[in-house]
């Protein structure tokens, strides 16, 4: 069942949602080569928990961490580690903030140092599919819409995308329905209508669209070994059309 949010619910949403921005700036900001995964991790928690707000992720089905740092060829749910930064490479990084009842979710990917030109294209092309996939995000529209706008634009780059993980509606809880897959056919799925709330969140692959799960049983990386970036905002759909809650 789609649940459709009321205005002041929807402001709500925007209170952690802002937060969530605001975490990631400042893990974007700590990025650099040297730095763990961990230490990000751990600068997450003490933002989140300082900010007066709940950890989304931490114990989410299991989930060890606050936060999912997926390093170059990981393609979503890296869980944080002793792994170290390096120079060239990238990393997304995914959080989640519950704020007064009501979840955020968003992701960024990151530069570590200088990275190369074939590098930084991938990473602009998926930022790009997200917010040609956020325009599609109108009454009326079907969640297909959307789906094709991004397959169809990361795949006219020479990209592929990721089929195995897909957005979602979010609310009180962190994964509701209808599921927002990135990939499909014009005029499908669920007509979208205002005060449904959605996250979008391509993942684009650099090389082969499959992935396979490491043994910790979270970790997806590419099954060729190429990079993936992702990006990602919770979004509004309202009668004047998509509102970024996550967005600064």
């Known amino acids: 069942m789609i649940h459709r949010k009321s205005k002041e619910e929807i402001e709500l949403m925007r209170m952690s949602n802002q937060l969530v921005a605001k975490l990631l700036q400042k893990l974007k900001g700590l990025v650099r080569p040297g730095i763990t995964t961990r230490e ?3 600068a997450a928690e003490r933002f989140i928990i300082s900010s007066g707000g709940i950890p989304a992720f931490k114990g989410y089905n299991g989930y060890p961490a606050c936060i999912c740092t997926s390093v170059n060829n990981v393609v979503v749910h890296g869980i944080p580690g002793d792994r170290a930064l390096h120079d060239g490479d990238i990393i997304s990084i995914d959080a989640g903030i519950k704020l007064n009842g009501y979840c955020g979710d968003a992701t960024i990917t990151v530069p570590v140092g200088t990275i190369s030109k074939d590098t930084a294209r991938l990473v602009k092309v998926t930022a790009e599919a997200l917010d040609i996939g956020i325009a599609k995000a109108v009454q009326g529209n079907r969640i297909g819409d959307i789906s094709y706008a991004i397959q ?29 897959p990135h990939f499909g056919s014009p005029g499908t799925g669920p007509k979208l209508k205002a005060g449904m ?33 992702q990006f990602e905002h919770s979004v509004a759909i309202t009668a004047n059309g998509p509102d970024v809650l996550s967005r600064l």
């Open 197 to 229: 709330v959605i996250a979008i969140e391509p993942m684009v692959n650099a090389g082969d669209w499959r992935l396979r799960i490491l043994q910790d049983n979270w970790t997806a990386v590419t099954v060729d070994g190429s990079l993936s970036a």
């Open 152 to 180: 169809s634009f990361v795949e006219s780059n020479g990209y592929s995308i990721v089929r195995d993980f897909v957005g979602h509606g979010i609310g009180k809880e962190m994964h509701e329905e209808p599921q927002v």
């Open 40 to 42: 990000l991790d751990a």
